[in-house]
């Protein structure tokens, strides 16, 4: 009975996942990012530098919005989890994810297989 619950629970949670590139908090990154590049924490120029790594942010954001249903939904429910841990979340860091995701998939694809599906070597070099 209770496993039932939690998997009702969990496909609930993953369902926005899948449909549609998550919101994240990236004012806490960014806000780390400033600092390590001012040299106090009074300098000027970190507001600035917080500015541009939120735009920075915003332009990755948006780029995922438009590659987001080129994506494996598995992939983008791992690497949205991913993203999100640690209390720093950063839209870098979740399309850096999906493309590393997205590119070891085709490799795999690309390896000569068993009947099984299992790796049997390298993959043949096209000449």
């Given amino acids: 009975m209770i496993l039932a619950k939690v998997l ?3 496909a609930q949670l993953l369902i926005p996942v899948v449909d549609s590139v998550p919101t994240l908090n990236v004012e806490q990154v960014c ?3 400033a600092q390590q590049g001012g040299v106090t924490f ?3 120029a970190i507001g600035q530098e917080k500015k541009d790594c939120l ?4 332009g990755i954001r ?3 919005v438009k590659q987001w249903p ?5 992939d983008k429910v791992h690497c949205t989890n991913e993203s999100r841990m640690g209390g720093e979340s950063s ?4 399309l850096t994810c999906l ?6 998939r085709a490799m795999r694809a690309a390896e000569p297989q068993d009947a099984l599906g299992t790796p049997v070597g390298p993959p043949k070099q096209k000449h």
């Fill in 31 to 33: 806000t780390g990012i």
């Fill in 42 to 44: 009074h300098d000027s």
């Fill in 91 to 94: 839209y870098t860091e979740l």
């Fill in 8 to 10: 009702a629970l969990g």
């Fill in 70 to 74: 080129s994506f494996d939904g598995s």
């Fill in 55 to 58: 735009d920075s942010e915003q």
């Fill in 99 to 104: 493309e590393m995701a997205r590119d070891v």
């Fill in 62 to 64: 948006d780029e995922l």
